[in-house]
């Protein structure tokens, strides 16, 4: 029973290796996003969080899910809000990636990921969201300039 035990245990940690670096090809570490916390940190709660759904797996063989949050900040002024999606389907068990939701200030955006390939750098989101947050300012000055003319 231990072996088993132990088997699944490296898979679990292979797994959420594999995932983490494909986060990090993407730019989603501590470090790139200037995240103050402890080095290893993501790795940490998405390995347990992975464990704990495996766990429950085990109990009752259906798929669960569960969410990582992790903070980003950008140009030494703008917080960009990131959770990512996980779901773990039996039998194989495997990790997926789901979806990413971002949020910079009132800004939001869900990124669909069929595959971890398909999600967009950490900058790339940030500069989504930023542009969004820049037209959304020019519409509503453009708003108040109309008003103000028209009055």
């Known amino acids: 029973m231990a072996l088993n035990r132990d088997i ?3 898979a ?4 959420a290796k594999e995932n983490l670096y494909w986060l990090a090809a993407k730019k989603f570490t501590e470090k790139n996003l200037r995240f103050p916390g402890k080095k ?3 790795e940490d709660n998405i390995t347990r969080k992975y464990q704990e759904a495996l766990a429950g797996i085990r109990v009752h ?3 669960r899910e569960f969410s990582q949050e992790i903070t980003g900040f950008f140009n030494n002024e703008d ?3 990131f959770v990512f999606r ?3 389907d039996p039998p194989g068990n495997n990790l997926q990636l789901v979806c990413l939701t971002a949020r910079l200030g009132e800004n939001r955006k869900m990124f669909l990921t069929p595959t971890i390939f398909d999600l967009p750098t ?3 989101i940030y500069g989504t969201l930023a542009g969004e947050r820049v037209e959304k300012n020019e519409k509503e ?3 108040k300039e109309l008003l103000r003319m028209h009055l």
Request: no cysteine; net charge neutral; charged share 15%.
């Open 8 to 10: 699944l245990d490296i």
């Open 86 to 88: 996980y779901r773990v």
């Open 12 to 15: 679990v940690v292979k797994q």
């Open 79 to 81: 917080l960009v809000h």
């Open 40 to 42: 290893g940190w993501l």
């Open 61 to 63: 063989p259906v798929s």
């Open 141 to 143: 000055y453009n708003t």
């Open 122 to 124: 950490a900058n790339e």
